[in-house]
């Protein structure tokens, strides 16, 4: 799909590196060190990058959320953020719904969630699925509107993973 007409970029991201929580709920699980890191360092590439989103969704797991806390502040920008309930635990189908449902105004969106739906949704758009460590990045061009989101839709634009990855 090279040279494609891109209207909208779409930026997926692997939650950092968690810890365990013996007993507890996986839901709860908080990232670790060095989850706290590589979450910093992907802050500062997307802003070095220029990769800057409108809109951020993301899961309701703590370690989603804490990856977005530690990144959102090299931004330089305060976009929107919603917490979605239903993209913990969702596959990559059921995150391209999400996806669809995406405001027009919003050019770019990023996702933090969960594998195996973000390498899947990676591979889903653009024929390729990437190695997708936590913290991995993979920014995708898009075309058409968001409601028109299907399977083949996507160019790879960019990729980032984690030192030591």
């Not at 919603?82 to 669809?100: N, T």
């Not at 973000?118 to 898009?142: C, N, Q, S, W, Y």
Request: with cysteine; aromatic share 6%; net charge negative.
């Amino acid at each position: 799909m090279e040279g494609m007409q891109q209207t909208h970029s779409l930026i997926v991201m692997r939650h950092a590196k968690a810890g365990e929580l013996p007993g507890g709920p996986d839901l709860d699980r908080p990232l670790r060190p060095r989850g706290l890191r590589d979450s910093a360092a992907a802050g500062q590439w997307l802003a070095r990058q220029g990769f800057v989103p409108d809109l951020v969704i993301c899961s309701t797991a703590v370690r989603t959320r804490q990856t977005w806390e530690n990144l959102s502040g090299s931004l330089g920008a305060d976009p929107a953020f919603s917490v979605e309930p239903g993209l913990y635990g969702a596959d990559a189908d059921e995150v391209a719904e999400a996806v669809r449902g995406t405001p027009e105004d919003v050019r770019t969106l990023m996702y933090i969630g969960h594998n195996p739906a973000a390498a899947d949704l990676v591979g889903m758009l653009t024929g390729a699925e990437p190695d997708f460590p936590t913290a991995a990045i993979a920014v995708i061009g898009l075309p058409g509107t968001w409601a028109e989101l299907s399977i083949g839709d996507g160019e790879a634009l960019a990729s980032w993973l984690p030192r030591g990855q």
